[in-house]
């Protein structure tokens, strides 16, 4: 009678760590589709908008220097020029 209880109780044991695997497996699939949908939400909503990359951000920014560095140089030209200008009169 006791090997019975022992014998009754490891199934009793196993059947409830099966199911509460399956539903453990049942509660984790949901979870696995809202992530997946709220990636592909998030995928659409950056796509629709007009972003630019951190590499074209960083072109644009140098693009810049390089032509403020460019128009310093010009306004000096145009300064010396006026000078002799001046000078000249």
Same mark, same amino acid.
């Given at each position: 009678?006791?090997?019975?209880?022992? $014998?009754?109780?490891?199934? %009793? /044991?196993?059947? #409830?760590?099966?199911? $509460? /695997?399956?539903?453990?497996?049942? @509660?984790? /699939?949901?979870? +696995?589709?809202?992530?997946?949908?709220? *990636? =592909?939400? $998030?995928? &659409?909503? @950056?796509? !629709?908008? %007009?972003? @630019?990359? +951190?590499?074209? #951000? &960083?072109? /644009?920014?140098?693009? $810049?220097?390089? =032509?403020?560095? *460019?128009?310093? %140089?010009?306004?000096?030209?145009?300064?010396?020029?006026?000078? !002799?200008?001046?000078?000249?009169?």
């Amino acid at each position: 009678m006791l090997n019975c209880a022992l $014998l009754s109780t490891a199934m %009793d /044991q196993t059947m #409830i760590e099966t199911l $509460l /695997q399956a539903i453990l497996q049942q @509660v984790e /699939q949901p979870k +696995k589709d809202l992530e997946h949908n709220i *990636r =592909a939400l $998030l995928n &659409e909503a @950056v796509a !629709k908008m %007009d972003l @630019v990359s +951190k590499e074209e #951000i &960083e072109r /644009q920014r140098t693009a $810049l220097n390089n =032509a403020n560095h *460019r128009l310093n %140089d010009l306004l000096k030209q145009v300064e010396a020029l006026e000078e !002799k200008i001046s000078n000249k009169k």
